[in-house]
């Protein structure tokens, strides 16, 4: 890769996945800049569609080197609900909403999806990023944003609230397919450097 640090323009109006996001790219030496106001969701049950569709649309607006992420919450006895929904869901019935729709149900079994596409002429790279974990039973911890005070992850106590971002980054879905797309971004354009 040429030393020039790339400015990917992550379209989204969540700060804090901005700030997941950044020490995840200047790992692989990528700067992001959090961009608002840009992001068209179209409605799919798949999240790679959506942030595909999403970053294209983007794209061609901005001209610009672009990432969108789309993420949803899938709980296996609720089957899968809310998945593509969750952000309508979180706003609608919040953690106290799905706390209530699972009731004394004893699988508390969920997982986290997320899907990322970046756009960096001519590469389009679209990776997807999955963490199994549990729904408590209570709300702990104040970090984070959405479905973290109640999502445990494989592997820990903690639910994600409760966890600093470097800790989230080491399980959350969107650690794993945002580094996923980036190292595939670096590979793609140290290629298209060698090909010019
Ligand atoms: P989005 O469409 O990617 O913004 O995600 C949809 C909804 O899923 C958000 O409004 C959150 O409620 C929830 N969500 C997505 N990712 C996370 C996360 O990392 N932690 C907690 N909730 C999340």
Same mark, same amino acid.
């Given at each position: 890769m040429s030393n020039k640090v790339v400015t990917i323009y $992550?379209? *989204?109006?969540n700060k804090h996945k901005v700030i997941e996001v950044e020490p995840i790219a200047s790992k692989y030496g990528f700067k992001i800049k959090g961009y608002p106001g840009y992001k068209v969701e179209i409605q799919s049950m798949d999240l790679a569609e959506i942030s595909e569709k999403a970053a294209l649309l983007g794209y061609l607006y901005l001209g610009k080197p672009v990432m969108v992420e789309d993420a949803g919450l899938f709980i296996e006895a609720l089957n /899968? $609900? #809310? /998945? #593509?929904?969750s952000s309508y869901v979180y706003k609608v019935l919040g953690i106290n909403g799905i706390l209530k729709l699972l009731?004394?149900? @004893? =699988?508390?079994r969920a997982y986290f999806l997320s899907a990322t596409t970046i756009i960096y002429k001519p590469c389009i790279i679209t990776e997807r990023g999955r963490v199994d974990g549990y729904i408590s039973i209570e709300p702990r911890g104040d970090?984070?944003?959405?479905f973290d005070p109640i999502f445990i992850p494989e592997g @820990? =106590?903690? *639910?994600f609230a409760e966890m600093s971002i470097d800790e989230k980054n080491k399980y959350s879905h969107r650690a794993r397919s945002v580094s996923k797309a980036l190292e595939k971004l670096g590979r793609c354009i140290e290629y298209m450097g060698s090909e010019t």
């Open positions: $992550f379209l *989204t109006g /899968g $609900f #809310p /998945g #593509p929904y009731g004394g149900v @004893s =699988d508390r970090k984070g944003f959405g @820990s =106590d903690m *639910t």
